[in-house]
């Protein structure tokens, strides 16, 4: 490998090495839906990806900032991910993946009816 390949790589392929995605296919899915941006704008994942760079990421309801380290050349294990990126998540971020597992079970679809008797249950368990 050459020196320029070590220096850069695409995006959807840094993604999945640093494990912010399961699979390669689910980091180029992100890229192409415009859940990843890098310095604030929409990034495609052929996007070159260098070393000082800043990476947004929304899964889910949290968003994840990310600052590129290095480009590893191949997936690495979990210890290894500091060494390649520095996860800077807002501190609101937390209060919102607090909130949101309470307030997705407590949302019913519309026309699902009245809860069971079960789900009932559960509701109550949470706010004991």
């Known amino acids: 490998?050459?020196?320029?390949?070590?220096?850069?790589g695409r995006l959807d392929k840094w993604l999945w090495t640093v494990r912010i995605f399961k699979t390669r296919g689910l980091a180029t899915?992100?890229?192409?839906?415009?859940?990843?941006q890098v310095g604030a704008q929409?990034?495609?994942?052929?996007?070159?990806?260098?070393?000082?760079?800043?990476?947004?990421v929304q899964?889910?309801?949290v968003t994840r900032t990310l600052v590129v380290r290095a480009i590893p050349l191949r997936r690495i294990g979990p210890k290894l991910v500091a060494?390649?990126?520095?996860d800077q998540p807002p501190p609101e971020e937390f209060a919102k993946a607090r909130v949101q597992p309470v307030q997705q079970?407590?949302?019913?679809?519309?026309?699902a009816g009245r809860p069971t008797k079960r789900e009932r249950r559960e509701i109550d368990r949470l706010f004991e």
Request: charged share 30%; net charge negative.
């Open 42 to 56: 929409p990034a495609k994942p052929s996007r070159d990806v260098r070393a000082g760079e800043t990476i947004s």
């Open 29 to 36: 899915e992100a890229c192409r839906a415009g859940s990843v």
């Open 1 to 8: 490998m050459s020196a320029d390949e070590l220096l850069s």
């Open 59 to 61: 899964q889910d309801l």
């Open 105 to 111: 079970f407590l949302t019913r679809p519309k026309g």
């Open 83 to 86: 060494d390649f990126c520095d």
